[in-house]
């Protein structure tokens, strides 16, 4: 039978004094930003996961981010500029939802530490076989789903 108890994402899983790798999430465009990060929790076959993530000050472009992700500052401050768009500044304190497929910049000013939780795009074929099953079940007319059955697929 599976545990269903919560599970608490504390921030002192990183250290104070730990020092991170160069950053991955995007193309360094100044700086030498540094990232930690902890996943606490994954689920649903990897697809999503959540913890802790510290990143030293620079500048990083990022191209299609591959999450759905739900953030929430525990310190430091940051520059987000979408492409195309309006940089934003946010802070300890501030949470916001990066979509998936976000491109733009993040201008670390100040070491941002975050809480995280990140929703990855379903496999192809499982979309499609829940899509299918959608369309096998009782109800469903002329083929298609309704708008419950279709959202169960994704």
């Known amino acids: 039978m599976p545990d269903h108890t919560p599970i608490p994402i504390d921030s002192r899983r990183i250290a104070d004094d730990e020092v991170g790798k160069p950053a991955v999430f995007g193309a360094i465009l100044s700086g030498q930003p540094l990232e930690i990060h902890r996943n606490i929790f994954e689920g649903d076959y990897g697809r999503f996961r959540s913890g802790v993530w510290q990143c030293t000050p620079g500048l990083v472009a990022m191209k299609d981010w591959p999450y759905h992700e739900f953030c929430l500052l525990l310190s430091g401050r940051v520059i987000i500029t979408p ?8 802070k300890a304190g501030d949470a916001l939802v990066l979509p998936m497929g976000f491109t733009g910049t993040w201008e670390i000013l100040e070491t941002v530490r975050k809480y995280y939780a990140v929703q990855a795009r379903q496999p192809l074929m499982r979309r499609v076989k829940e899509r ?23």
């Open 83 to 90: 492409e195309g768009g309006v940089p934003r500044e946010y």
């Open 132 to 154: 299918v099953k959608g369309w096998l079940r009782p109800g469903a007319k002329g083929g298609r789903t309704t708008d419950a059955q279709a959202g169960a697929a994704f």
